[in-house]
């Protein structure tokens, strides 16, 4: 039976659809040299430096912004997309006070979540590529010898936390889709391509 209408059959939630769909994505971003050599300790310490920055800054950016489409519950009323703009304005704003020049993949990331910030369903699919993968990334990193010299930093991104994000975001997505899962694929698809792109930019590879 295709996913489609298993979805549709209440068999199978959007969200695992789309993590589903995409599986041959996270194989490609989990081969990055960049993510390789951060799991065997031999990533140099600038090019960790230069990923912890861009990172830095995205999250400034991007989490103010998360935590306000996590607070949208199926008992609040209304979803105003222009309060979700006005908290990524003004987060790009105060960025500026970082002292950190965001990369062209940067900047593209922020740019296609704001595209997307216009209704619930496509805010919260636009973000959920991150969280999701996130968790994949610190659950295959977490299993790296104490000696590796990122352990400090990667034991401070914990499971855990992109856990609860993920669940609460794949929770607003499977109640709010409205059956437009093609739109939200491409949204979805396009997410993944940004995170592996994020991640290829510190070795110089653009995994296709």
């Known amino acids: 039976m295709p996913t489609e209408t298993l979805l549709l059959a209440g068999r199978m939630s959007l969200s695992h659809l789309l993590w589903r769909q995409n599986h041959d994505l996270v194989g490609k971003t989990l081969k990055i040299p960049f993510i390789q050599k951060l799991y065997d300790g031999s990533l140099q310490e600038d090019i960790f430096n230069a990923y912890v920055q861009q990172d830095r800054y995205f999250k400034h950016v991007v989490d103010p912004y998360k935590r306000f489409i996590k607070s949208q519950t199926d008992d609040k009323p209304g979803f105003n997309p222009n309060n979700g703009i006005e908290i990524l304005s003004k987060q790009m704003e105060s960025a500026n006070s970082l002292n950190i020049v965001p990369n062209r993949v940067t900047v593209d990331y922020i740019q296609y979540i704001l595209v997307n910030s216009g209704n619930l369903p496509t805010a919260a699919v636009s973000l959920l590529p991150c969280s999701k993968l996130y968790r ?9 010898k104490p000696s590796n010299k990122c352990m400090e930093w990667i034991k401070s991104h914990t499971y855990t936390g992109y856990q609860n994000n993920t669940s609460q975001l794949e929770y607003l997505i499977n109640l709010y889709w409205e059956e437009n899962i093609d739109e939200l694929a491409m949204i979805f698809r396009k997410g993944m ?7 290829s930019q510190f070795d110089g590879i653009q995994y296709k």
Not at 136 to 144: A, C, D, E, G, K
Not at 193 to 199: A, I, L, P, Q, V
């Open 136 to 144: 994949f990334l610190t659950s295959y990193l977490s299993r790296i």
């Open 193 to 199: 391509e940004h995170e592996n792109s994020f991640f």
